[in-house]
């Protein structure tokens, strides 16, 4: 027996990826359901490469009721109205947008770091995705706060394009295209441009002069690892279509040596360790596409500071940075909560 599982803002890039995980990882279905807004009604989509195809209904009028779970990736604006609804007729939200993450009474979840705050979800039904420069990094230091506990992190991220959605997509397409035939490369979406460029701006401007996305960084590491980690961060757009890449430096209460923290980010789950300290020996935004794993190269002790590692760490994130976490935290509930399936 399997679940009924919606995926709201099915339409859209990471929608379109949660239907691919759905279906590339066999999750335990019942019954699928895509559902977009009015501008998407009607039209039909690929389930993956499963040859199924569904029709999107409508978000306004769609009836959560008897459904089992939601994997919102709809957007701050649809999660705040429908997400409630959803959570009240007995659908557990599993929402990809910023809104309820610092929410006390909704869990945020990376299921290889923080899996047991799961069973809170049922104070709103809801459990929140992370941001998608989050999710790769607490992949990544989980195992070695384990080992060795993290006081400190300063990470800089390269984020792509795609975490702006289709429209950072084709910004970067056509100012790339504009510039090769010599046209002007006018910036829309980004405050600059963004082909053959980048960007030390991701989000909206703080009053302390850092931006919505270094923020993001810094609270939901704390709150799905650890609020004594201190976090500073610098987030970059650079032009790459998808994937999403961190240099981080990291500052440890305790020894760890760079061997230590390669057998143990070897053997971490979620984590492939591709350190061959060679020319092409890590791994780049280019190869992370299409795959699960957080990706972590470059390991390296920090001579400046007592305790100090530094690594660099990609992933795709449209995949773990949105889609597959999201999916991988309806099957942590379906295993721990709900457990219909065989």
């Known amino acids: 027996m399997g679940y009924r599982v919606v995926v709201v803002g099915a339409t859209g890039n990471v929608g379109r990826e949660m ?4 279906a590339e990882r066999e999750f335990p279905l019942d019954e699928i359901a895509a559902v ?3 501008r998407s009604t009607g039209d039909i989509i690929d389930f993956g490469d499963s040859g199924r195809e569904l029709r999107v209904a409508n978000l306004e009028h769609f009836d959560f009721s008897g459904w089992d779970m939601a994997l919102f990736a709809a957007g701050s604006a649809a999660s705040k109205t429908y997400a409630p609804k959803a959570a009240a007729a007995g659908c557990t939200v599993i929402d990809n947008s910023s809104l309820f993450r ?23 039904n809801i459990i929140a995705n992370p ?34 959605g289709k429209a950072g997509m084709d ?30 701006h991701a989000g909206d401007f703080l009053e302390d ?46 020894e760890i040596s760079a061997e230590e923290a390669q057998r143990i980010l070897r053997e971490a789950p979620g984590v492939m360790l591709v350190d061959k300290r060679e020319d092409g020996g890590y791994v780049t935004p280019v190869e992370a596409v ?34 597959l976490n999201a999916v991988q935290i309806a099957e942590l509930l379906g295993r721990k909560h709900l457990q219909k399936a065989a």
């Open 102 to 124: 610092m929410d006390p009474d909704v869990p945020l979840i990376v299921p290889e770091v923080n899996a047991a705050a799961i069973d809170g979800y049922r104070r709103k």
């Open 171 to 200: 910004e970067l397409f056509e100012q790339s295209r504009n510039i090769f035939v010599g046209d002007t490369a006018e910036p829309n979406v980004y405050p600059k441009q963004i082909a053959f460029n980048v960007i030390p």
């Open 36 to 38: 977009a807004s009015s």
């Open 131 to 164: 941001n998608c420069s989050t999710a790769q990094m607490v992949v990544a230091l989980k195992p070695l706060h384990d080992a060795a506990r993290i006081k400190r992190v300063v990470v800089a991220t390269y984020q792509s394009v795609s975490g702006t």
């Open 290 to 323: 299409g795959e699960y794993a957080t990706y972590v190269s470059r390991v390296r002790e920090d001579p400046t500071v007592e305790n100090g590692l530094s690594l660099w760490c990609v992933s795709d994130n449209l995949r773990k940075g949105a889609a």
């Open 209 to 254: 002069g850092s931006t919505t996305e270094e923020w993001k960084l810094m609270v939901e590491t704390k709150k799905i690892l650890d609020p004594k980690i201190k976090v500073s961060a610098t987030c970059v757009r650079v032009p790459v279509f998808v994937g999403h890449s961190e240099a981080i430096n990291i500052e440890f209460e305790n």
């Open 19 to 22: 239907l691919n995980i759905l």
